[in-house]
């Protein structure tokens, strides 16, 4: 059974840093492009971050580009998001996800849901004074 497992969200004033985790089982991780998506209180889904298999390509949405670090360690299993200087808009659940693909040439950046082969439940992001 595949199996995504998001962690490291929580309430943070703006201007601060959060460490978002994704442990992944089930599948071939590390043969596997990655993702986060975030989806925003009423709001639709919307492209985080891409990185490729090897971890030596990364992807960043312009919203966020600067501010969040995608990595992963193919060892442990696990896909990570370091987010800096957050903002209010940065409030979402934040997933990961494996997206159709996500090369060293090019990284799925769409928000059809059921294009991405597996989804976890999502980690809950609050930026608030």
């Known amino acids: 059974e595949v199996q995504l497992e998001e962690s490291g969200g929580g309430l943070v004033q703006p201007g601060g840093s959060l460490r978002l985790s994704c442990a992944a089982s089930g599948f071939s991780f590390s043969t596997h492009g990655m993702s986060w998506v975030r989806q925003a209180p009423g709001k639709g889904l919307e492209w985080v971050s891409g990185?490729?298999?090897?971890?030596?390509?990364?992807y960043y949405a312009d919203s966020v580009k600067g501010r969040f670090t995608i990595s992963r360690d193919n060892a442990k299993n696990t896909l990570y998001l370091q987010l800096n200087s957050l903002k209010t808009e940065d409030t979402a659940m934040y997933y990961c996800a494996n997206p159709p693909y996500c090369t060293a040439d090019y990284c799925y950046t769409g928000v059809q849901r059921h294009q991405y082969n597996y989804w976890g439940q999502g980690t809950q992001v609050t930026v608030s004074s």
């Open positions: 990185i490729n298999a090897g971890g030596d390509y990364t």
